[in-house]
């Protein structure tokens, strides 16, 4: 599964629509929802053998808002990342840095101008989340689409 930064992953286009999403995955094999503090929702669609998650919020109109993988055929510039040390990858994106050290096995590296999150355990990553662009003024989504 090719990451396009700030696209989506393979045909997965981040911005689609839950109908545009179904037709091209189907059914989830299972779904989940939070409600926010801030009162917003997010919906969870989860392909357990694609290793997929897709997030539909609600102050998004629940277009696709976030695309997350912990599949092994996850690649980045050809490299299969999940699995593979951050150290390693860090040498071919120098611009990946530390977002949150949340302790001394796990941390939360962000790849700022791909908008790409790396989830990180003893250095190895574990799953990636894709994010879209985002506009400086308004903070919100720039979407690739417009579903």
């Known amino acids: 599964m090719k990451i396009k930064p700030l696209i989506g992953i393979d045909n997965i286009i981040l911005g689609s ?5 179904y037709n091209l995955l189907g059914q989830p094999d299972s779904t989940n929802s939070d409600e926010w503090p ?9 392909y357990t053998s694609a290793g997929l998650t897709l ?4 102050d998004d109109h ?9 599949s092994k055929d996850t690649t980045l510039d050809d490299l ?3 699995g593979m040390d951050i150290n390693t990858v860090i040498k071919n994106h120098p611009d990946i840095i530390v977002d949150e050290d949340l302790s001394e096995d796990v941390k939360d590296y962000l790849y700022p101008e791909k908008e790409i999150s790396f989830w990180v355990v003893k250095n190895i990553i574990e799953h990636i989340t894709i994010f879209p662009e985002y506009d400086n003024s308004t903070n919100l989504p720039i979407w690739p689409v417009t579903q």
């Open 55 to 58: 997030n539909f919020d609600s």
């Open 38 to 46: 801030d009162g917003t929702i997010s919906e969870a669609w989860l």
């Open 62 to 70: 629940y277009r696709l808002s976030t695309i997350n993988s912990n």
């Open 80 to 82: 299969k990342i999940i």
């Open 17 to 21: 629509s839950k109908e545009i999403i």
